[in-house]
């Protein structure tokens, strides 16, 4: 059966794994290291997380550790339970149970995450972006100052919005993506260093790129077969304008037909990306 795996963080149960009765020897950073390193065999890893036992528990920690692939996590459980790995008593893991009555809103991943997950399914030369539009938004000065004669007090900033589009050369795909930045300005422009709105300006950019690059992924899903093949899924959508033919979207890969937010509630990931409500504490021993 194909898995698809979104450019999303990963929320659910089957893709997080619940490890405990680690040593109280080392600490929770080294903990984390020696976990990444025999986790990361089976798959990409979204995040792993060390965290001390309860005093009722005893002295050691457990972890919770996130796949983005269910059959990584499935497979990385299998393997590992109740086996030494890098200590001398073994260790426990299990799947975690999410509660029927615990949902969880999608969470974009930002870019960089996004570039991590393409990379390791389609290899660093297997995706690439192209950007088609990079515009300075702002309002000109002559508006900004006709606007300080009734609103003296309103921050004036920069804005940029920026199109691109993500290209999959061997899979025929292309999925257009739009983002927009603003970044404040403490004081008007001709009250700035040239060196510093260059900055300011430079960072902006950046900003609208990512967020644009963030949209064009949101509408692609990787499709791993049961043979360990890569496919992909793309879904437009129907707030993004497309500026290609009929004939040139028919030549994307459609492999199914997917349930999606609106393209203005996307969000980004943000740190807090578990909850101890999904799991069941195990008993202990």
């Known amino acids: 059966m194909a898995e698809l795996v979104p450019f999303a963080v ?42 001390p036992n309860a005093a009722v528990a005893g002295p050691g920690f457990y972890a919770i550790i996130k796949f ?19 200590q001398k008593s073994p260790v426990k893991i299990r799947l975690g149970t999410q509660h029927k009555a615990v949902q969880h809103n999608t969470l974009a991943l930002n870019s960089s995450r ?40 309103q921050k004036q900033s920069l804005k940029f919005f920026c199109a691109l589009e993500v290209v999959l050369p061997s899979y025929e795909c292309r999925s257009p993506g739009v983002g927009m930045a603003e970044e404040p300005l403490d004081n008007l422009e001709e009250d700035l260093g040239p060196l510093s709105l260059l900055m300011k300006r430079k960072k902006t950019q950046k900003l609208a790129i990512q967020k644009a690059m963030t949209d064009a992924f949101q509408k692609l899903q990787i499709v791993v077969l049961e043979s360990g093949k ?36 996307r969000e980004e990931e943000c740190l807090s990306d578990f909850s101890f409500e999904e799991f069941t504490v195990p008993e202990l021993d």
Request: charge should be negative; glycine fraction near 4%; hydrophobic fraction near 35%.
């Open 10 to 51: 990963p929320t659910g149960s089957d893709k997080t794994l619940l490890v405990w009765e680690l040593s109280s020897g080392p600490t929770a950073e080294a903990l984390q290291l020696s976990l990444f390193t025999v986790f990361s065999q089976f798959g990409l890893l979204y995040s792993v997380r060390v965290f």
């Open 68 to 86: 983005y692939s269910a059959r990584d996590a499935h497979r990385a459980q299998k393997a590992c339970n109740q086996k030494q790995l890098f």
């Open 114 to 153: 996004c570039q991590e997950l393409a990379n390791y399914y389609f290899g660093f030369n297997g995706w690439s972006k192209r950007i088609i539009k990079l515009q300075d938004i702002s309002d000109p000065k002559e508006e900004r100052e006709n606007e300080d004669i009734v609103a003296p007090l």
């Open 230 to 265: 890569i496919a992909v899924a793309y879904r437009s959508c129907e707030e993004v304008t497309d500026a290609r033919t009929e004939e040139e979207l028919q030549d994307l890969i459609q492999v199914s037909c997917f349930s999606w937010k609106p393209c203005g509630q």
